[in-house]
Structure formats: C-alpha cells, structure tokens
C-alpha cells in the first residue's frame, strides 16, 4: 500500500507540471542561443544550464497554478492531479517551492544578472497565479511576457540579445498573448462559476474570440515585418508563412463561422501545435 501511494504521489507531481511545456521552453531557450551565438553557443555549457533554468520556471508555473486553482479546477477540471486526489495540495506547494529552489540554484551559477532574471520570472508566474489571473487582458500580457523571456534568456546565456532574438521575443508576446485570450474562452465556465474575472467572463465567450482574432491578426501582420524590413530572408517569410501564419488565419476564419465548444477545442490544439511548426522559420532567422 506504502509503494503504491508513493507511485501515485510521484504520477500526480509527473502530471502537475505538464512536463512537455517545460520541454518546448528549454528549446525556445536554446533558439534564443543559436540566434545569438551558433549551434557551438546554443550547445554550450551555459545556454543548456539557462534551457534547465527555464525548463524549472515554467513547471513550478504550472504547479503554483494547480495549487492556487483547486477550486476552479474541481470545478471543471477534476481530473487535475490535486482535485483529483492523486497529489494532495501541501504537497504540491512543497513541489513548487523545491522547483523554485533548484531553479535559483542553477541561475546562480550563470551569474547575478541570470539569477536575477530567473528570480523576476518566478516572481511574475507566482503573481499571474495568485492575482493575475482573475483579470481583464493583464494576466494574459504577463502570461506572455513570461513566455516572451525564453529565447532573451537564452540569447544572454550564450553572450548576448541580437535583432533577431528580440523579433522572436516580441513574436513570442504577441503570439502567446492570443493563446492565453483563447484559452479563457475554454475556461469560462469554471472561471465564471469561481468568479473569477478573465477575458471570456467578461466579455463573453464571443467578446473574447473578437479580442483574439485581433491579437492574432495583429502576430499576422507583424510577422513577416522582418523580410521588407531585410532582418530575414525569402526562406523565413515563406516558412512563416506556411508554418504559422495560414494556419492562424484558418483558426481565425473559423471561429469566425462557430465559437462552440468543439471549434474552440480545435483552435487551441490547433495553437499547441503552432508552438512546434514555428521552430522552422525562428530558426532561419539567422
């Protein structure tokens, strides 16, 4: 019985910090290297610590989250590891913390000003988790300014922030700031029933796929800026092009025919993956 709790315990901190986000932030963290120093600066001892650190960031995020959102998420989400039973909630503050503290401890070894970063970036997914979220847009530029981070972190890891690393941060901003507006479309529900304030609460389910569409028209125009702008090549606009702007357009044209819950499913998976297929043209950005 002693055996089989603990593995239950472990499964429930396995799930609570969606461990594949943590994955996708350490290579954007990595991109960010490679933007600024080559595949030698990105492969470095210092640009891997600074993927880890980020890697830690972002699944204690996702912990403190779980922690503070119990309530909602027995609401509507109560397969979550905490209202499902399968982590108890001091347990998963305790986990946080640990993440937290090895964070810190890997970005002391890049220096004060990287530790700094990394104390600045926890302080902001603590602050979204605990104040943040139950707002109006607010939450979701933090969220997105968290994510913006990753590829500065980085760059900086690996001797410095180049034009090109910027573009991709301000790009991150902005791309992640649609998502999180989308997402609150899918969460309205338990949010609503929490009384939390977010976009879809607020505005309406409707409201905030408006709000959306025009955040993610707005990455649509401002993406392929680096081509006429001669920051990028031919092969960027084109990846861009193919790797994320059309799909984003298809998303937008379809929620403008149905924002019921099947399409909102879809444009959020639809989303997830965009964090994948846009490796290619950040990538040929150098």
């Known amino acids: 019985m002693v055996a089989s709790g603990a593995r239950t315990q472990a499964a429930g901190l396995f799930q609570v910090t969606r461990f594949t986000n943590s994955l996708y932030a ?15 600066g990105a492969l470095s001892a210092s640009p891997l610590l600074a993927a880890i650190v980020v890697g830690l960031v972002i699944a204690f ?8 959102d119990v309530e909602v998420d027995t609401l509507a989400k ?27 401890a890997a970005a002391v070894l890049l220096g004060p000003t990287m530790a700094l970063i990394a104390a600045a970036t926890i302080g902001i997914a603590a602050l979204y988790s605990f104040a943040l979220k139950a707002t109006v847009l607010v939450g979701n530029a933090c969220m997105g300014l968290l994510i913006a981070t990753m590829p500065l972190y ?9 034009s090109a690393v910027w573009v991709v941060a301000g790009l991150m901003w902005l791309f992640d700031f649609s998502h999180e507006v989308l997402k609150t ?19 309406g ?11 993610a028209l707005l990455f649509c125009a401002v993406a392929l800026l680096p081509w006429p702008l001669g920051l990028a090549s ?12 059309l799909p984003i357009l298809g998303i937008i044209a379809l929620l403008a025919r ?29």
């Open 205 to 215: 389910v409707p409201g905030a796929v408006r709000v959306f569409q025009l955040i």
């Open 61 to 68: 995020g996702f912990v403190i989250n779980d922690y503070v």
């Open 78 to 104: 109560p397969y979550r590891p905490i209202p499902a039973g399968t982590l108890a909630r001091r347990d998963a503050l305790a986990f946080a913390a640990a993440l937290a503290g090895l964070a810190m």
């Open 185 to 203: 479309t899918a969460d309205h529900v338990g949010d609503r029933a929490a009384g939390l304030s977010t976009v879809a609460t607020a505005l």
């Open 154 to 162: 980085g760059a900086l890891a690996a001797g410095g922030v180049t």
């Open 234 to 245: 031919w092969a960027y606009a084109i990846a861009m092009l193919l790797c994320a702007l």
């Open 26 to 40: 350490g290579a954007y963290t990595l991109v960010g290297a490679y933007l600024a120093g080559g595949l030698t």
């Open 258 to 286: 149905s924002t019921d819950d099947a399409t909102i499913t879809l444009a959020l998976k639809v989303m997830r993956y965009l964090w994948i297929t846009s490796l290619l043209p950040t990538l040929l950005l150098r």
